[in-house]
């Protein structure tokens, strides 16, 4: 007669099953995108198409070493102060032009101008206004990361349930209360879908803004390596903006469950 399996090694079975898929799914594309990377670079046999193992080297030596302080650190900073101003910006323009409708018809038309205009291009007229500092590089990441927080909070503003304000009207809900638990609150899924395109645009605009006429920073150490032909070294600093992007989408990700915890709960 044969031994009864354990109490806990059927859940334990599944639960082992359950990793393997999860690390399947979340490692198994990236496996294999650099394994067909690896086969391209031997068969090219191209100097500007580095193996994994020698990008791996490169960013070992390049970033972790005096680099990582005097160029990837102060772009972070950058981007973030650029991404929080754009935050207060976006978030305290946009509630009060999406309560008025008298507002919002004035500011429109100047709205939908200043948001056609694509950053890049505003770089050269930026460095005139404000120099070639930091503060240059923070207006240029502003620039471009305000109208999508600026807009989706217009929009997440006008669509508040009409049934809440008046419930709200009705107990006497005004002034600091109604703004943070009933607009700010109720519009925060815009919002935060706003904040995390403005994400995005933040890095690319960081990396711009840091090619034109500047010293330090991940951009202009990329463009460095390229000019020199350290291809090794110009595709680690691409690795590590694409490592940068995606710690801070995970961040951000935490960040959203937290703050729109009731939103998801209302809709399961």
Known sequence: MEDAPAPGAGRRASGAKGFGRTLLRVLGLPVLLI?????????????????????????????FSRRLFDDALPSVARLLAGYALATVLGVGLGVPIGLSVRLRAAAEPV????????PPVLVPLIMLLAGIDNGMKI????????????????EGVRALDEM???????????????LRHLVLRGASP???AGLRQALSIGIILMVISEMFASSSGLGFTIVLFQRGFAIPEMWSG?????????????????????????HWSHRA
């Open 139 to 154: 207006l240029v990441i502003v620039s471009g990361c305000v109208w999508p927080i600026l807009l989706n909070t217009v």
């Open 35 to 63: 394994a067909g990377w690896w086969v391209f670079s031997v068969w090219s046999e191209s100097f500007y198409v580095p193996t994994p193992p020698r990008i791996a080297q490169a960013f070992a030596e390049t970033w």
């Open 238 to 262: 691409i690795l590590l903006l694409g490592l940068l992007g995606f710690g801070l989408s995970m961040l951000f990700r935490m960040l959203e469950r937290r703050v729109l915890s009731w």
């Open 164 to 178: 809440l304000s008046d419930t709200c009207r009705v107990y006497g809900v005004r002034g600091w209360s109604r």
């Open 111 to 118: 709205l939908e101008f200043f948001r056609a205009i694509p």
């Open 190 to 192: 815009q919002i935060m």
